[in-house]
Nanobody, 125 residues
Framework: QVQLVESGGGLVQAGGSLRLSCAASGRTFISNYIMGWFRQAPGKEREFVASINRSGGSLDYVDSVKGRFTISRDNAKNTGYLQMNSLKPEDTAVYYC?????????????????WGQGTQVTVSS
């Protein structure tokens, strides 16, 4: 069992930056899992944002965040990160981190086994 806790959300002006963290706990190491970030805006489905494989050598991003967001992980600290720069009002959503036991990173929620509770990111114009 893996417990994930996100932090770092908040209110920021357009063009600003935030760094989200995802701390993992439980009788396991996050290095055993692929990690992903998703977001969900009001009235919309949960959307894939980024994923990172176990070693950190393979990254994937949705087109709308490429060049602005960076996913990373520190397996020694059992923590994942999402650095968000040049934020836009359309980035406003609840952001969730997730962990997957699959062999390759995926882009859909059913491919992830564990989820955090989410952290709100609000970008004002």
């Amino acid at each position: 069992q893996v417990q994930l806790v996100e932090s770092g959300g908040g209110l920021v002006q357009a063009g600003g930056s935030l760094r989200l963290s995802c701390a993992a706990s439980g009788r396991t190491f996050i290095s055993n899992y692929i990690m992903g970030w998703f977001r969900q805006a009001p009235g919309k489905e949960r959307e894939f944002v980024a994923s990172i494989n176990r070693s950190g050598g393979s990254l994937d991003y949705v087109d709308s965040v490429k060049g602005r967001f960076t996913i990373s992980r520190d397996n020694a600290k059992n923590t994942g990160y999402l650095q968000m720069n040049s934020l836009k009002p359309e980035d406003t959503a609840v952001y969730y981190c997730a962990a997957s036991r699959k062999s390759r990173p995926g882009r859909t929620p059913p491919e992830y086994d564990y989820w955090g509770q989410g952290t709100q990111v609000t970008v004002s114009s």
